[in-house]
């Protein structure tokens, strides 16, 4: 297909910001609320906002059965903060009763960052994406504490701003943290590409979802 159609979960957060990334990206981008338009879509973005509040909505719009099922059937799916919490496997600090999709082997610890300071930047190298590293945007944002084998880690931060943050949390200046994975069709950032207007992770996801 030439020009993959990506629909962005528009029940909260910043659904905007990632439609106009894709549609800039080369996407026919457009949000999506209801199980007739996913049907419509190549790939699905669950953007950055409150995880516990999407889950919710999720359930509400009555659209839990319908994602699940295109992410079984290998739909490509790009979740960037709460979004990479809403594809995990397992969320710590998480609410009891939030509920994700479950697609992406790993455990996600929520507003791990977001224990020192709310919001920070970081450059952040990502495999497959060629160029400088991104500047990444990290807001209340989760980090990855384990994957599974099928998980392929494709960016961390270690250095530079984030260093103060990661070294209090863990007790080391030179601690890792995995904020960027893959598992097959399924990408996910504990950072906003969306906000920075560089677009080469949504381009990334573009070119994903057309050759899926
Ligand atoms: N802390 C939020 C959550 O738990 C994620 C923050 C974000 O998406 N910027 O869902």
Request: with cysteine; aromatic share 6%.
């Amino acid at each position: 297909m030439a020009t993959p159609a990506i629909g962005v979960l528009a029940l909260q957060g910043d659904v905007r910001e990632h439609v106009a990334a894709l549609t800039a990206a080369g996407a026919d981008a457009r949000p999506v609320r209801r199980p007739g338009e996913l049907d419509a879509v190549d790939g699905l973005v669950i953007p950055g906002g409150e995880s516990t509040t999407i889950s919710k909505l999720v359930d509400i719009f009555e659209m839990r059965e319908p994602i699940d099922k295109r992410i079984a059937d290998g739909m490509p799916v790009y979740g960037s903060c709460a979004g990479m919490i809403m594809l995990a496997t397992e969320v710590l600090d998480g609410r009891a009763d939030q509920r994700g999709f479950a697609g992406i082997d790993m455990t996600v610890r929520r507003n791990a960052f977001g224990r020192q300071v709310d919001s920070f930047e970081a450059p952040v190298e990502i495999t497959g994406v060629p160029g400088d590293p991104f500047y990444a945007v990290f807001i209340r944002a989760p980090w990855v504490e384990r994957v599974g084998p099928a998980v392929e880690v494709i960016g961390t931060v270690s250095g530079g701003p984030a260093v103060e943050v990661i070294g209090t949390v863990s007790g080391g200046p030179a601690a890792e943290r995995i904020v960027a994975v893959r598992q097959g069709n399924l990408l996910a950032t504990s950072f906003h590409p969306e906000l920075t207007g560089d677009l080469r992770l949504h381009a990334y996801f573009v070119e994903l979802a057309r050759t899926a």
